[in-house]
């Protein structure tokens, strides 16, 4: 368009610098008939620009329908139940889960426990059925066979957002809107005061770093997070997980893309901040384990082995192997 827009009124210059010559045209006219030339052009100088918009606007709407039109992974019932007070024991009773009707299950009739007050590690390698049983818990996958109850009751029995009210999660990439550090945060309870907003931030270690920020609380994240650290981001993701105060805790890869010495130091804060709450510790990191009250290992959607980390420390299972194979103590 600026090569046009160039082109154009030097085209017109030309022409009447020649009609000028030739007494035709006197010099105001001449810059009138250049400057008017130029001044056409503004109508359409941001038509390209719109272009470019229109076309990104069109792939993002494209993404939207998508998602609208997708169908939904749960139903909610037609009266769903009331939350029962709490404290919430919640049990998975030979849960299968099955992602096409004829497919091999991403969970093969596992039973867990998972009463008030306990941290649970659920450990395995990648496509062993962890996130799958995260998903079930949070209420967006439905089970093909078992059950899951809550306080014995049927989990599909109660509303979905009911159910993410008292199970809340912080997933392995938390996703970071391009606004404050104190609007991201706000998102788990939009009502906090300021008071919870710095006591959520301080029970995942990241007080101190806001308050050393210029712009403390407003200080922007940048899209997707880019304008913090890995670690920082996990921290915000977490802090607005204590904000949310969910009932049960799922913790789904905290730690991951974080380099060892940012793992374990994250790690090590998790544990500290969720002492005597109900937590799901999701994970394939030996990190910590020996700090929680129970491991359960799975396997191909199976559940391997259960305990505490001595008991299965020296038991000749897959936790043992894992242990011995990718811990590297701590210098």
Known sequence: MSAVTGLT???????GVAATGTGALSRVPLAVLTLTT???????????AAAIQLGQARVAAGRIAAVTDAPAPVRDPGHPRALPPGPFGIQLIDATVRYRPDGPPALDRVSLDLPPGRRIALVGANGAGKSTLAAVLLRFRDLSGGAALLDGHDLASFAAD????????CPQDPYLFDATIRDNLSLARPGATG?????????????????????GWDTPVGTHGAAVSGGERQRLALARAFLADPALLILDEPTAHLDPPARRALTADLLRATE????????????????????????????AEQGSHH????????YQRMWENDYEPAC
Do not use: K, M, N, Y
Not at 9 to 15: F, H, K, T
Not at 195 to 210: T, Y
Not at 276 to 302: A, C, M, N
Not at 311 to 317: D, E, K, T
């Open 311 to 318: 008991q299965l420390r020296h038991a000749g299972g897959p």
């Open 162 to 169: 009911d159910v993410r009210s008292v199970i809340g999660g």
């Open 276 to 303: 005597g709450r109900s937590v799901l510790f999701i994970t394939h990191e030996p990190d910590g384990l020996d700090q929680v009250d129970q491991i359960v290992v799975l396997d191909h959607g199976r559940i």
């Open 195 to 215: 008071e919870e907003l710095q006591a959520a931030a301080a029970r995942a270690r990241l007080l101190p770093w806001i308050r050393s920020l210029p712009q």
């Open 38 to 48: 130029l001044a056409a052009f503004e109508a359409v100088t941001a038509l390209p």
């Open 9 to 15: 009124v030097w085209g017109a210059l030309l022409l």
